[in-house]
C-alpha cells in the first residue's frame, strides 16, 4: 500500500510539471517504464526498484519485502520437505501392514517389502499345536509346519522375510531359530 502512495505522490508530482512545460522530477522515468510492463510480477519488481531509487523510505520498504518474500520461500519449503516425509512415512507405515497379506492389486504385491522387523509382543499355542506370534506392529503370524517351537518371551526381536514360493519365514536370532509363518491377521 506504501509503495502505491509513493507511485501516486511522485507520478502526481510529474503531472503539474510537465503540464508547466518544465522537465519531469527525476525518478518519473522510471515508474512510466514499469506501467509499460504486462506482466505483473516483473511489474511490481519494477515498481519496487523505482521506489527504492526514490527515498531511503522506498529502500527500508523494498529491503523489508524482499525479506518477508525470503522468510515465505524459506517457510514454503519447509512445510514441502516435511509434508513429503510425512509421505514417506505413510507409505512405509502402508508397505509394512501390507506385508504378507494376500489381498491387493499385482502392483502392490510387486511393491511390497521384502523383510519387516518387529518385536514379539505375545505368543500362544493355537488347537492345531502350532505358535502364534502377535508382532507389536499388529501383525499375527501362524507357525506353518508342526515343528515344536521353544517359548518366545514378549519383546524378542523377530524378523519376517518373504520365502521361496510365495511363503514367509520368522527368524528369531537369540533363539537361533527360524520357522515358516503366513499371516493370519
Given at each position: 500500500?506504501?509503495?502505491?502512495?509513493?507511485?501516486?505522490g511522485?507520478?502526481l508530482?510529474?503531472?503539474?510539471?510537465?503540464?508547466?512545460?518544465?522537465?519531469?522530477?527525476?525518478?518519473?522515468?522510471?515508474?512510466?517504464?514499469?506501467?509499460?510492463?504486462?506482466?505483473?510480477?516483473?511489474?511490481?519488481?519494477?515498481?519496487?526498484?523505482?521506489?527504492?531509487?526514490?527515498?531511503?523510505?522506498?529502500?527500508?520498504?523494498?529491503?523489508?519485502?524482499?525479506?518477508?518474500?525470503?522468510?515465505?520461500?524459506?517457510?514454503?519449503?519447509?512445510?514441502?520437505?516435511?509434508a513429503?516425509?510425512?509421505?514417506?512415512?505413510?507409505?512405509?507405515?502402508?508397505?509394512?501392514?501390507?506385508?504378507?497379506?494376500r489381498?491387493?492389486?499385482?502392483?502392490?504385491?510387486?511393491?511390497?517389502?521384502?523383510?519387516?522387523e518387529?518385536?514379539?509382543?505375545?505368543?500362544?499355542?493355537?488347537?492345531?499345536?502350532?505358535?502364534?506370534?502377535?508382532?507389536?506392529n499388529?501383525?499375527?503370524?501362524?507357525?506353518?509346519?508342526?515343528?515344536?517351537?521353544?517359548?518366545?518371551?514378549?519383546?524378542?526381536?523377530?524378523?519376517?522375510?518373504?520365502?521361496?514360493?510365495?511363503?514367509?519365514?520368522?527368524?528369531?536370532?537369540?533363539?537361533?531359530?527360524?520357522?515358516?509363518?503366513?499371516?493370519?491377521?
Amino acid at each position: 500500500m506504501r509503495v502505491l502512495i509513493l507511485l501516486l505522490g511522485a507520478l502526481l508530482a510529474a503531472g503539474p510539471a510537465q503540464a508547466q512545460g518544465s522537465a519531469a522530477p527525476a525518478g518519473t522515468d522510471a515508474f512510466l517504464a514499469c506501467a509499460r510492463i504486462a506482466e505483473d510480477a516483473e511489474r511490481l519488481q519494477c515498481y519496487d526498484r523505482a521506489v527504492a531509487a526514490v527515498s531511503a523510505e522506498g529502500r527500508r520498504l523494498a529491503a523489508e519485502r524482499a525479506a518477508a518474500a525470503e522468510a515465505s520461500a524459506k517457510a514454503r519449503a519447509e512445510a514441502e520437505a516435511r509434508a513429503a516425509a510425512e509421505a514417506a512415512e505413510r507409505a512405509k507405515r502402508a508397505q509394512v501392514e501390507s506385508f504378507g497379506a494376500r489381498s491387493g492389486t499385482p502392483a502392490e504385491r510387486e511393491a511390497r517389502l521384502d523383510r519387516i522387523e518387529a518385536a514379539v509382543t505375545e505368543t500362544f499355542t493355537d488347537a492345531s499345536r502350532k505358535r502364534v506370534f502377535l508382532l507389536d506392529n499388529g501383525q499375527m503370524w501362524r507357525q506353518t509346519d508342526g515343528v515344536l517351537m521353544p517359548i518366545v518371551r514378549p519383546g524378542t526381536p523377530v524378523v519376517v522375510r518373504r520365502a521361496t514360493m510365495g511363503g514367509f519365514i520368522l527368524r528369531i536370532d537369540s533363539l537361533n531359530r527360524s520357522v515358516p509363518v503366513m499371516r493370519i491377521q
